[in-house]
C-alpha cells in the first residue's frame, strides 16, 4: 500500500512517502503555507504525484497522553484533508519525532520532512500486517 506521511506545523508541513510492501519509506519535501486552502492545494499535488491509499498523521499528544493544543489543530486538518479528498486518514503517535528527526539530519532547522519519514516509518513498523 502506498502511504503519505505528514508531520503538520502552523507554518511548514513536512511529507514523506512510503510503501507497507517493500517497507521503504523516504522524506518528500516541506511545504511551507499561508492558509489551509494554500496547504491543501499542493497536498493535492502530491496526492496526484504518488496515488497514496493512505494519509498518516502524526499525533501530537503531550507525554502525559493529553491532548495538546496541536492535536486539536491536527484533529482540525485532518477534518478538511477528509473532505477534500477521499483517502483515509488515519493518526498515529508522533512524540519525540522532532528529536530523532534532528539525530538524523545535518540542518537541525528544516526536519519537518524527516519527522513525517520518522513518523511513517513508525506506523509501518507498527503495522507489519498492512
Known amino acids: 500500500m502506498q502511504l503519505i506521511a505528514i508531520d503538520y506545523g ?3 508541513v513536512g511529507i514523506a512517502v512510503g510503501h507497507t510492501t517493500t517497507k521503504t519509506f523516504s522524506p518528500l519535501t516541506i511545504i511551507s503555507y499561508k492558509s489551509h486552502q494554500n496547504l491543501l492545494s499542493k497536498i493535492k499535488k502530491v496526492i496526484d ?5 493512505m494519509i498518516i498523521i502524526g499525533c501530537p499528544s503531550n507525554m502525559d497522553e493529553s491532548e495538546s493544543e496541536m492535536q486539536r489543530l491536527v484533529n482540525s486538518f485532518i477534518k478538511k484533508l477528509e473532505q477534500k479528498f477521499n483517502i483515509p486518514v488515519t ?13 538524523l539530519s545535518n540542518d537541525t532547522e528544516k ?3 524527516i519527522a513525517a519519514m520518522v513518523i511513517l516509518k513508525s506506523w509501518i513498523e507498527n503495522n507489519e500486517h498492512s
Open 111 to 113: 526536519i519537518d520532512d
Open 49 to 53: 504525484e504518488w496515488e497514496p491509499q
Open 10 to 12: 502552523t507554518k511548514n
Open 91 to 103: 493518526l498515529h503517535d508522533e512524540r519525540l519525532s522532532s528529536s530523532e528527526a534532528r539525530a
